[in-house]
């Protein structure tokens, strides 16, 4: 399975960004899908997790009402929209793909993802 984040770049606080991550490999809908992010000097923390089927999914309370997770699964993509972006929002994110076998829900913790992208960087400046 290999995951492949674009999307990233440096904005301005207040502006918004689309991340992809394209799927390779695996059955990509009967997956959950999540968002990760390290900033500089922090450990990786969650961000969002999407289920299977792009009807449910599960925020960090810091970006709830901000940032919006979508899936296509015809096109084995995961998407995050990023919106009114704050400087705390930086860091690269990460996409990750669940480890088998599915569970058809939201999950939340890292070791529930076995398949991770390269990542990909975002810079917001104040």
């Known amino acids: 399975v290999q995951l492949v984040e674009s999307g990233g770049g440096l904005v301005q606080a207040g502006a918004s960004l689309r991340l992809s991550c394209k799927s390779y490999?695996?059955?990509?809908?009967?997956?959950?899908m999540a968002w990760f992010r390290q900033a500089p000097g922090k450990q990786r923390e969650f961000v969002v997790s999407i289920n299977w089927s792009g009807d449910d999914t599960y925020y960090a309370d810091s970006v709830k009402g901000r940032f919006t997770c979508s899936r296509d699964n015809a096109k084995d993509t995961v998407y995050l929209q990023l919106t009114k972006m704050i400087p705390e929002d930086t860091g690269v994110y990460y996409c990750?793909?669940?480890?088998?076998?599915?569970?058809?829900?939201?999950?939340?913790?890292?070791?529930?993802?076995?398949?991770w992208g390269q990542g990909t960087q975002v810079t917001v400046s104040s």
């Open positions: 990750a793909s669940e480890r088998y076998p599915p569970t058809y829900r939201t999950l939340d913790l890292e070791q529930q993802y076995a398949h």
């Open positions: 490999g695996r059955t990509f809908g009967d997956y959950a």
